[in-house]
Every structure is written in C-alpha cells, then in structure tokens.
C-alpha cells in the first residue's frame, strides 16, 4: 500500500478518536437520565436507520448482507459488549479514567496480534506504546484514586473486547473489501442484542431521557458518533496495521479530558496537560521516523 494511501487512512482515524473523544462526556449526560441498556439500544437502534437507505439501495448491497451475516453477528457481539461495558464503567468513574481504560487496547492489541494476524509488533510500534502508555498514565492519573473501583472492571472489559474486535474487523475487510456491509450488519446485530437485553434495565431508570438536551446527546451518540465511527474504521482501519491503529486510537483520551473539562468541567491539571503531549508526541514520533527512513533510502 502506497504511504500517502496510509496517511490519508490515519488521519481519518484521527477524526475518528475526535468523535469517539466527545462521546465519553456526553454518554455521562445522557445515562444520568436513562437505563445503560436503553442507551445501547436507542444509540444502535437509531445508527441503523440512518445507515439502512445507503445498504439497500443497490440489489448487490442486499445480496451481500445475506451472504457476510455470519460475519456481522461475530462483529455485532462484539462491538455491543464494548459499548455496554463502557457504559457501565461511565456510571461510575469520569470521563479521563474511562477514557485511559478504554485505551488499554494498545498493551492489548499487540499481544493478541500473534493470535489473529501472525505477526510481531516492530521496535518503533513498541516504543510508541510504552511512550503513550506513560502519557495516558499522567494524563488521568489513574492511581489518584482508591484503586481499582466495578466501573474500572467493566472498562478494562470493554478494552478487550475492542481489542478483539480491532483484530478482526482487521481479518474480514482485508480478505472481502465490504467495508460498508460489515458497518451495517456490525451495528444491525448490535440492535437485535440490545433489543434482547432491553428487559433487564433497571426499573428504577427511565427507558427514555426526560431533557431536551439529553435527547440531543443520544441522537449524536447514535445518528453521528456511531454511524460515523464505524464507517471510518471500517473503510480506514485495514488500509494501516492494527497497532498503529491502535496507537491512534489513543488520542481519544485526550478529546476525552478536554471534552469532559468543556462539558461537565472535569478538572484537567498540569499533570493531565503533560500527559496528553506525550500521547500526541508518541503518535507523531512514528511519522518522523518513517519519514527519516524513506529519506535515507531516497539518499
């Protein structure tokens, strides 16, 4: 794949962790009025409206989401347990902590990449995420706390879970290119699980939200960020490897602190502020270092 194919692929995951990055605070405004298992449903009901008109317009389109549906349940498991794990863990830790366990997916995608991709991560991939890792670790300085609380639990679990689902979102868009099907059917199977589901949010919640403004915050998890997340990993993700995908996937904590700070005023100190420049500095570090070889090849 040509590097200038690659680098449009990343920054695209950028905007990506951008959106994800502003959908951990608002997900907090929204399941203080609702049940975490309606919000899963409403958010993954709503996505497949939207994206229903662009799969069944072209017959081909139809054909193919009978032929991959094996594939798009293994995907919509998946990806329904990490957003209901993370939502969990969002009724009870902050947006920053959320956002810190939610990125464990670079000490675990690496470690699964034997596993699904038969290859090793290369040095630099390696020294990025120990430097990003260091980064996340000032950027919400996890051990403020009083250790490991359920809602870090329930968010470690959601890192996995992605990890997994990084890997063979990775799998099936190289071997079939149907990115589209695959957003689709990954968020269809997303819904009927949900659906499943529904009946045990807590009685004492509300299946809808009460506010105007919470209602707002759950047409952009679903209609916006959902939508729009899964299409770019999907069409992007494959065009670049799974841990430098990952390693940009960590910038979501950074939108996450400032989101939060500008939302719900989640404090951001000195520490948070050092944190997130040597995230950016461990995702940018891998492009000079590309860019050095190619200029003593070009030389």
């Known amino acids: 794949m ?3 194919q690659r ?3 990343e920054i695209a995951l ?6 994800w990055g502003l959908t951990f605070p608002i ?3 929204v399941i203080a009025e609702m049940s975490s298992f309606a919000l899963v449903f409403f958010r993954s009901l709503l996505a497949v409206f939207v994206l229903l008109p662009f799969v ?3 017959k081909e389109d139809r054909k193919d989401c009978l032929k991959y549906l094996p594939l798009g349940i293994v995907l919509g498991v998946l990806i329904y347990f990490s957003h209901l794990f993370q939502v969990f863990g969002l009724e009870t830790i902050h947006s920053g902590r959320s956002a810190f366990l939610t990125n464990l997916t670079i000490v675990f995608v690496p470690l699964l990449s034997p596993v699904f991709q038969k290859q090793i991560p290369t040095i630099k991939d390696v020294v990025s995420m120990a430097i990003a890792l260091v980064g996340m670790f000032f950027l919400t300085s996890p051990l403020d706390g009083e250790g490991l609380s359920k809602g ?3 968010t470690i679990l959601c890192a996995i879970t992605f990890s997994i689902h990084i890997h063979v979102l990775q799998i099936f868009i190289k071997k079939y290119q149907k990115s589209k099907i695959f957003a689709f059917l990954e968020i269809l199977f997303m819904c009927i699980l949900a659906t499943t589901f ?3 949010a807590e009685k004492s919640s509300h299946l809808l939200p009460t506010t105007l403004g919470a209602y707002i915050a759950l047409f952009y998890l679903g209609a916006i960020s959902m939508v729009g997340t899964t299409v770019l990993q999907a069409k992007y993700q494959c065009k670049t490897t799974p841990e430098r995908a990952s390693l940009i996937y960590i910038l979501e904590p950074v939108f996450a602190i400032f989101f939060g700070y500008v939302i719900l005023s989640e404090s951001m100190t000195s520490k948070s502020l050092f944190g997130g420049f040597l995230i950016i500095f461990a995702v940018v570090w891998v492009y000079f270092f590309q860019l050095g070889k ?3 090849k070009t030389n």
């Open 56 to 58: 069944f317009l072209k």
């Open 152 to 154: 870090d639990f329930w």
């Open 2 to 4: 040509h590097t200038s």
């Open 27 to 29: 997900t907090r405004v």
């Open 198 to 200: 529904l009946p045990l």
């Open 294 to 296: 190619n200029l003593i």
């Open 14 to 19: 950028v905007i990506l962790t951008v959106i």
């Open 7 to 9: 680098f449009r692929a």
